[in-house]
Structures are given as structure tokens and as C-alpha cells.
């Protein structure tokens, strides 16, 4: 066990999504709601973007461009959401 004065190695990792090359580690997925792949090591901007690959909102047929506990949103509904509305279908 590593004694308080010596530093914990971070093992870093190069983000395969496309065009991208960002360094990540796993601690960085410490606070979100993301799984992190060592074979396919993502950086959360690009992991939330495979997240919501096909994926539509919720609430109507249009592409979702944002995750949240209720589900995939388009902008349209997540605007709604953000202000406190109560979303029905």
C-alpha cells in the first residue's frame, strides 16, 4: 500500500473516437453515468456522442442530442427539461 507522500501512477490512455487524440484515464469517468472501455478508451465528449449514436428522444422522433435519467432528448424536449417542465408524451 502507497504511503500519502508517494504519487499513484495514472495509467492515460489516447481517445480513439474519431479526429480526437484527447488523453483520458478511467478516473475520469469517476462522476459519470459512462462505462470506460481500455479497448476503446473514449474521452467523455466523444463517449457521449456514441451514447446517443441512432439514438431518438424520448418524447418525439427527432435525433436526441442529450442523455438524461429519463432517457435520450432532442434539443426541443431537453430545453423543456432543463426549465422544470414536466414532460409528457
Known amino acids: 500500500m502507497p504511503h500519502e507522500s508517494e504519487a499513484v501512477e495514472v495509467k492515460e490512455y489516447t481517445c480513439v473516437g474519431p479526429g480526437c487524440g ?3 484515464s478511467a478516473s475520469a469517468y469517476e462522476f459519470e453515468d459512462l462505462e470506460f472501455d481500455e479497448d476503446n478508451p473514449l ?3 466523444c463517449a457521449r456522442e456514441e451514447e ?3 439514438k431518438t428522444c424520448e418524447y418525439c422522433n ?6 438524461v435519467e429519463l432517457g435520450p432528448l432532442c ?4 430545453d423543456e427539461y432543463a426549465d422544470g417542465a414536466n414532460l409528457q408524451y
Open 22 to 24: 484527447e488523453k483520458v
Open 43 to 45: 474521452c467523455i465528449s
Open 75 to 78: 434539443d426541443k424536449h431537453y
Open 52 to 54: 446517443l449514436k441512432g
Open 62 to 67: 427527432r435525433e436526441a442530442t442529450e442523455m
